[in-house]
C-alpha cells in the first residue's frame, strides 16, 4: 500500500527554522516527483515546493523563495523540506504529495499524506 507520512511540524517563534520530512512507505520515492502544499485555516491549499524525479529540479512558491529548501534522500526513501525565517504567515497544516511530474495544482496529485500542523507564533 503506498503511504506517505509528514512529520516535524510544530511551535517555532518568528525567524526560527524547522525541517518538514515526507516518508514513503510500499513505493519506492525516487521514481516520484515530491510536492509540499500548505493550507492554513480558511484558504484553499496552496503549492510551497516541489522536486522533480527525473533530475532532481526544485521549484519554489514566491513566498518561500530564499526561506525553504527541498530535497530529497533515496536512501532513506524521504524528502525534507527544511524551513528558514519562518514568519507567522507560514502557519498551516504542511501535506506532501507523489506523483509523476511536479504539478502546480493540489488536484493534480494522486498521492497524499496526512498533513503536519506548523505553527509560527511568539
Known amino acids: 500500500q503506498l503511504q506517505l507520512v509528514e512529520s516535524g511540524g510544530g511551535l517555532v517563534q518568528p525567524g526560527g527554522s524547522l525541517r518538514l520530512s515526507c516518508a514513503a512507505s510500499g513505493f519506492t520515492l525516487d521514481y516520484y516527483a515530491i510536492g509540499w502544499f500548505r493550507q492554513a485555516p480558511g484558504k484553499e491549499r496552496e503549492g510551497v515546493s516541489c522536486?522533480?524525479?527525473?533530475?532532481?529540479?526544485?521549484y519554489y512558491a514566491d513566498p518561500v523563495k530564499g526561506r525553504f529548501t527541498i530535497s530529497r534522500d533515496n536512501a532513506e526513501n524521504t524528502v525534507y523540506l527544511q524551513m528558514n525565517s519562518l514568519k507567522t504567515e507560514d502557519t498551516a497544516v504542511y501535506y506532501c504529495?507523489?506523483?509523476?511530474?511536479?504539478?502546480?495544482?493540489?488536484?493534480?496529485?494522486?498521492?497524499w499524506g496526512q498533513g503536519t500542523q506548523v505553527t509560527v507564533s511568539s
Open positions: 504529495a507523489a506523483d509523476q511530474t511536479c504539478y502546480s495544482h493540489s488536484s493534480d496529485y494522486d498521492y
Open positions: 522536486i522533480s524525479s527525473s533530475d532532481g529540479r526544485t
